[in-house]
């Protein structure tokens, strides 16, 4: 057993926004390290300069930053095993592909871009099995393999470039134990001798990669399930370079799928579902989209890492809320489940629902207007808390608020003219003017006192709740949606609530003539 501390990376590549879930693997990553009194690591992983996009890795900061996932070590924050962006570690990694080739687990190979294509495309159409830089083509190709020492320096010297490779035994077997996964095998003649270092003398991410995790005694690689195939040569790699006793011990985890199963979760099923899958806003540079993050949709922060927490991990009980503290104590690697996990906008919805409803307002309502800046200058501190308490229970997002609370910041509203002629009885028109003036004889003019009214009233003239009440809240508000009707009386004030129901009386009127 690795009695090392625990120290965990989230190795993003700044390639482009980070999708949910590799927010999701910086969340596990995160959690592990502090249930074990470990460090968290932010490394950027930009050694591929052709894939690199300004603004990411930036992005990538903010959003962790957004859902409350600090780093211990990283670009920022700095600490002992920096720098933490490969693209400044570029001179650590030649000499660990020097030691590899001169050990002969690695090789020079000269095959141009060109004479690679031409090879692969000519091997395809004779054999139609894809092309693998393997044993059964190393020994034909332009490589240290099959050159004379001579000729290699000749190469070299001529500037010709080259790339390094890593040469895979034959016949053999790399086995692992995945902690998600259990026993994980791979098969060496499978695997194709990867490049890595490339000819610009950077090198490739398998490297890089698993330089960086033994330079800063990586304990765990916790990452996502699309990695797994490349973790036969990473194993391969430690043992040339003489570093088993140091390997980190492997978690791969299940992929994110689509709402309806059946494949990965893509940034185009964001737009096809119309939910995010990034955590913040991004402008995409190849398409000049926009993708509006869960930020925007109104998720809370809290509730978004509530949510993915259980995309793919179990507490192994119903409960379904918990804090990020909470998740510290709880979660562990080995109830991560191997299959993948579906996503379910909805079930987002529905854990941001839950924690509107538990939030205090005051630190609801700084969201709000942070959301809606202008809302301030509707109503004052005191009657937007009043308001927000009352639709706690009825938004999913706080996108939803001003919408659904209109009525309440606004004298002009329109009427439900429909819901007005469906529910108006001329037969009942005194009844409805008694009411009103119940109402406005109200005093003091609170929820309780209002009901116990409006109760003694119905009883009195012998009516009914649902033949009142709806006319009552239509000409307040003018829809039948809302919170409590005698809440929301008492909120918009007996002053209001008076002229509301003598702005209403013409349209009843209207309707009785
Ligand atoms: N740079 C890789 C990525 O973009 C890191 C994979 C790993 O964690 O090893 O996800």
């Known amino acids: 057993m690795n009695k090392q501390k625990v120290r965990v990376r989230f190795a993003p590549s700044p390639t482009g926004a980070l999708h949910i879930g590799g927010v999701r693997t910086a969340l596990y990553n995160y959690l592990f390290a502090k ?43 700095g600490g002992d095993y920096g720098p933490y962006r490969q693209s400044d570690r570029k001179s650590l990694y030649k000499k660990y592909a020097d030691q590899l ?71 053999d077997e790399v086995i692992f134990s995945d902690l998600i996964r259990d026993d994980v095998r791979f098969d060496t003649n499978e695997l194709d001798d990867k490049v890595i270092l490339k000819a610009d003398g950077m090198p490739t991410y398998h490297l890089a990669n698993i330089v960086d995790d033994y330079l800063m005694e990586i304990s765990h690689v916790i990452r996502g399930e699309e990695w797994l195939s490349s973790t036969g040569h990473h194993v391969l790699l430690y043992k040339m370079l003489g570093w088993t006793e140091r390997m980190p011990q492997f978690a791969h985890l299940p992929l994110l799928l689509k709402p309806e199963g059946g494949g990965k979760l893509s940034k185009r099923d964001g737009a096809k579902f119309g939910f995010p899958v990034f955590p913040l806003q991004w402008e995409e540079p190849s398409d000049g989209n926009t993708y509006k993050g869960f930020r925007e949709a109104g998720i809370l922060p809290e509730a978004l890492a509530n949510f993915i927490a259980l995309l793919g991990w179990s507490p192994g009980n119903d409960q379904e809320i918990f ?30 629902q839950q924690y509107i409803i538990h939030s205090d307002t005051q630190s609801l309502l700084s ?14 501190k005191e009657y937007l808390s009043k308001v927000l308490e009352l639709y706690k229970e009825r938004i999913h997002t706080i996108l939803e608020f001003p919408d659904q609370a209109l009525p309440f910041f606004s004298e002009e509203f329109e009427y439900d003219t429909k819901q007005i002629k469906k529910r108006y009885k001329p037969e009942n028109h005194e009844l409805y003017l008694d009411l009103f003036e119940t109402i406005n004889n109200t005093d003091p003019f609170e929820q309780r006192s209002i009901k116990s009214n409006v109760e003694s009233f119905i009883s009195e003239k012998e009516t009914k709740f649902g033949v009142v009440l709806p006319i009552l809240r239509l000409a307040i508000a003018g829809i039948l949606q809302g919170p409590d009707l005698f809440a929301m009386m008492e909120v918009i004030g007996k002053e209001k609530t008076r002229k509301r129901l003598d702005r209403s009386l013409p349209i009843f009127q209207e309707l009785k003539n």
């Open 101 to 171: 080739v001169e050990k002969g687990h690695a090789y020079y190979a000269f095959d141009s871009p060109d004479d690679l294509t031409q090879l692969r495309e000519e091997y395809e159409k004779e054999r139609k099995i894809s092309f693998k830089y393997d044993a059964t083509v190393r020994y034909q190709l332009k490589n240290s393999l099959n050159l004379s020492p001579e000729e290699v320096s000749t190469l070299i010297e001529q500037e010709v470039p080259y790339v390094v490779r890593m040469f895979i035994p034959e016949d």
């Open 35 to 77: 249930q074990n009194g470990g460090n968290f690591i932010l490394r950027i992983e930009d050694t591929d300069q052709t894939r690199f996009v300004e603004g990411a890795e930036e992005y990538i900061k903010k959003s962790l930053d957004w859902i409350g996932i600090t780093p211990d070590e990283g670009p920022e924050q």
């Open 367 to 380: 969201y709000i207007e942070d959301y809606f800046p202008n809302i301030s200058g509707l109503a004052s």
């Open 323 to 352: 804090s990020v503290e909470d998740l510290v104590k709880v979660f562990s690697l080995e109830q991560i489940s191997k299959s993948g996990a579906r996503f379910d906008y909805d079930k987002a919805l529905w854990f941001n």
